[in-house]
């Protein structure tokens, strides 16, 4: 698993799982332990580069959301 981008506790995770690439978006939980996934792919793609592209299209949108507060 790979997770370069972080902003704020948002982070973005790109795997393969099952023969497919997916990408994942978790905030770390205010109470508790560990991250909370708040977004995530669904099918999966057929690269890690697409997988990539989509998670970070998610990400920055998701990242504009909370500058934009």
Same mark, same amino acid.
């Given at each position: 698993? $790979?997770? !370069?981008? %972080?902003?704020? +506790?948002?982070?973005?995770?790109?795997?393969e =799982? /099952? +023969?497919?690439? $997916?990408? #994942?978006?978790?905030?770390?939980?205010l109470? #508790?332990? +560990? @991250?909370?996934?708040? &977004?995530?792919? /669904? !099918? !999966?793609? @057929?690269?890690? &580069? =697409?997988?990539? %592209? /989509? #998670?970070?299209?998610?990400? /920055?949108?998701a990242?504009? $959301?909370?500058? #934009?507060?």
């Amino acid at each position: 698993m $790979n997770a !370069p981008y %972080e902003f704020c +506790g948002l982070t973005l995770h790109v795997f393969e =799982q /099952d +023969g497919g690439w $997916n990408w #994942g978006l978790t905030i770390e939980r205010l109470r #508790g332990t +560990g @991250e909370k996934v708040v &977004a995530y792919s /669904d !099918p !999966p793609f @057929e690269s890690e &580069a =697409q997988a990539r %592209e /989509d #998670g970070m299209r998610a990400y /920055d949108a998701a990242r504009s $959301n909370v500058e #934009g507060v």
